[in-house]
């Protein structure tokens, strides 16, 4: 990746967490104790008590709820900077989804008491957690506003833009200026509203026009102003 796309990825990525303030963030991190959880350990698990949220402080997880006919949505992705399980411990009702690490991850462990102590004392943490509810609230209506109003090719594209802003990586087998995003076809699906045969013919047309390539697991994007186009059709 160049040096001009390295720094434009670091900002976007950087971006995840202008919820909180330094001091904010500081805060949250001496309130609770470290923990590390390796790729498909669940952090959280759905219908289960809320007793603690998690500050992520490094790697990627992934939030999903069962539906009772056994297909898995993929409601989020959330990166470093950014707080799960926070909703549950606000409202005292049971976890709605299962937060799972996608790859290594970093985070620190808060009680839920310690937490709204932390919220009842610092308007500006109350604030600040409010704007990122609200944030994701908005990223949720516009997702469903998507999915009712643009084709799977355009939906699948626009996906892959956000995905690649907020939790994509340079990585060493990829080319210079390609973004890596850790999710694979069944994730993509859920989270475009599509079949997972839909998406694997859109991802191979992707791949055709060189936007696109895909691996174990992944999806490489490799012309972002390309999707763009597409997601915009």
């Not at 998690?54 to 790697?59: A, E, P």
């Not at 907020?166 to 599509?194: F, K």
Request: charge should be positive; glycine fraction near 10%; proline fraction near 2%.
């Amino acid at each position: 990746m160049t040096e001009t796309s390295h720094r434009g990825l670091t900002r976007r990525k950087a971006a995840a967490a202008e919820h909180f303030t330094g001091e904010e963030l500081q805060l949250l991190r001496r309130a609770g104790h470290l923990r590390r959880w390796n790729r498909g350990d669940v952090l959280i698990r759905e219908g289960e008590p809320a007793d603690f949220v998690v500050l992520l402080t490094g790697g990627l997880v992934k939030a999903t709820v069962d539906s009772t006919n056994g297909y898995t949505s993929l409601l989020a992705l959330r990166g470093p900077g950014e707080l799960v399980g926070e909703l549950s411990c606000v409202d005292g009702r049971p976890r709605g989804a299962t937060v799972t690490a996608m790859r290594r991850v970093e985070g620190v462990v808060i009680s839920a008491e310690v937490f709204l102590r932390l919220l009842e004392r610092n308007a500006g943490l109350c604030l600040s957690v409010l704007h990122s509810v609200v944030t994701r609230l908005r990223d949720s209506d516009l997702l469903r506003a998507e999915q009712g109003a643009h084709t799977t090719r355009a939906r699948l594209a626009s996906l892959l833009v956000k995905l690649a802003l907020r939790h994509g990586s340079s990585a060493s087998d990829t080319p210079p200026g390609a973004i890596a995003v850790q999710v694979n076809q069944h994730e993509l699906a859920a989270a475009a509203g599509a079949s997972r045969e839909s998406v694997v013919r859109c991802l191979r047309a992707m791949q055709h026009e060189g936007l696109v390539a895909t691996g174990r697991g992944r999806t490489v994007v490799l012309n972002l102003a390309g999707l763009r186009r597409w997601a915009d059709e």
